[in-house]
T-cell receptor
């Protein structure tokens, strides 16, 4: 049983470039979440999916950010026209089931550095 | 609105000491869930415990114990006989019915040999 995986683990890009991250949840987990974590802070919620449906988006998710989860399996998070303020760790989590709150299991994260 | 406060930014102890990490939360919901996660230097958040608002029973798991008190809106975490491997950042988190999770700022624990 593998955990949540994220790729790449590190990404360095220049300001203005687009970047895309991938998250593979634990198999059979219906829910998938994206968080952003900056240095010295706790993770901040960005968005979440129930299967392929994106059910909630934080106000932190500006129009430069887009997330998809085609077919309800893996998910991608794309940031367009990156800014230095986007530098952070991007965390993905998944949880099983529907209805009740379920525990979220996190991946190792993708560390983004925007130069 | 939900809010989680971890007042202790950093704690340093010597191995074998007991240490308590504080967590205070705010919520308007009667149904909510509280969590503790550990983030070691490798960066991956590791789930430690989940508690729902209807279950105030304290829990012990090995050297770890949790004290949930609704009267003071606190969910404190105690490590008994700390070890160097316990060094990490520990996060308390709150989730209401809408499923997104609100984290505290974390407490960095350093256990010295």
């Amino acid at each position: 049983d593998t955990g949540v995986s994220q790729n790449p683990r590190h990404k360095i890009t220049k300001r203005g470039q687009n970047v895309t991250f991938r998250c593979d949840p634990i198999s059979e987990h219906n829910r998938l979440y994206w968080y952003r974590q900056t240095l010295g802070q706790g993770p901040e919620f960005l968005t979440y999916f129930q299967n392929e449906a994106q059910l909630e988006k934080s106000r932190l998710l500006s129009d430069r950010f887009s997330a998809e989860r085609p077919k309800g399996s893996f998910s991608t998070l794309e940031i367009q026209r990156t800014e230095q303020g986007d530098s952070a760790m991007y965390l993905c989590a998944s949880s099983p089931g529907v209805g009740l709150i379920n525990t979220q299991y996190f991946g190792p994260g993708t560390r983004l550095t925007v130069l | 609105a939900q809010k989680v406060t971890q007042a202790q930014t950093e704690i340093s102890v010597v191995e074998k000491e007991d240490v308590t990490l504080d967590c205070v939360y705010e919520t308007r919901d009667t149904t909510y869930y509280l969590f503790w996660y550990k983030q070691p230097p490798s960066g991956e958040l590791v789930f430690l415990i989940r508690r729902n608002s209807f279950d105030e029973q304290n829990e012990i798991s090995g050297r770890y114990s949790w004290n949930f008190q609704k009267s003071t809106s606190s969910f404190n975490f105690t490590i008994t006989a700390s070890q160097v491997v316990d060094s990490a950042v520990y996060f308390c988190a709150l989730s209401e019915a809408n499923n997104d999770m609100r984290f505290g700022a974390g407490t960095r624990l350093t256990v010295k040999p």
